[in-house]
Every structure is written in C-alpha cells, then in structure tokens.
Nanobody, 126 residues
Framework: QVQFVESGGGLVQPGGSLRLSCAAS????????IGWFRQAPGKEREGVSS????????YYSDSVKGRFTISKNSAAKAVYLQMNSLKPEDTADYYC???????????????????WGQGIQVTVSS
C-alpha cells in the first residue's frame, strides 16, 4: 500500500519561498516517476513538476519554470519541491503522486498517475 507524508505547506507572502516534501512508502516496483500537482478552488488539477525515477529527468509547467525546482532523495524515498518567487496564483492544494511503470501519458498529465497523497495547502498572500 502506497502512503505519502506531505509537509512544508503554509502561508507565505508574494515573493517568498516554501519547500514541500513528500515522503513515500510502499512504492510500486519500478515506478516511472513522482510528480507534484496542484488544484486551486474551482479549477482542474494541473501538473506542476515531475521527476523520472530512472534517469532523473525533470519536467516543469510553463507557469513555474525557473521558479520551482524538484529534487529527490532516493535513499529516503522522498521528493521535494522548492518553490521560490511565489505568486498569489500559486495558491492551491498541492499533491504528490506516483506513476506506475505501465501507465501512459505525458509527464505532467494527472491522468497518468495512480497513487496520490492527501494534499497540502499553499497560500500566497500579503
């Protein structure tokens, strides 16, 4: 059974930084990737960033490219999302998710991910 512990969310002023952490256990064998997604009120869930298990390739949405950085600690089975220069439009619930080896879809397509964390709130406001 896949379980996630997400942490690091909260309230931050515009221009500030937060670091989200996702510690996973029970990961499926040979999973493809772990990703971060977000969902703002009234909006669809969107891909933010993902990192491939095998080659470490990283992917970012255009809206966060250059501001957010995804990284992983394989030994600790953890993935991090460093978020800098935060904007009010970054306000959302953030989720980490795992994509099993057989799943299809683009790296940031939520439909391709089959195990999800419970989400953590990020609010960017003055």
């Amino acid at each position: 059974q896949v379980q996630f512990v997400e942490s690091g969310g909260g309230l931050v002023q515009p221009g500030g930084s937060l670091r989200l952490s996702c510690a996973a256990s029970g990961l499926p064998v040979n999973y493809q990737a772990i990703g971060w997604f977000r969902q703002a009120p009234g909006k669809e869930r969107e891909g933010v960033s993902s990192i491939s298990r095998v080659d470490g390739n990283t992917y970012y949405s255009d809206s966060v490219k250059g501001r957010f950085t995804i990284s992983k600690n394989s030994a600790a089975k953890a993935v991090y999302l460093q978020m800098n220069s935060l904007k009010p439009e970054d306000t959302a619930d953030y989720y980490c998710a795992v994509k099993s080896w057989y799943r299809k879809g683009a790296p940031l397509d939520p439909k391709g991910y089959d195990y999800w964390g419970q989400g953590i709130q990020v609010t960017v406001s003055s």
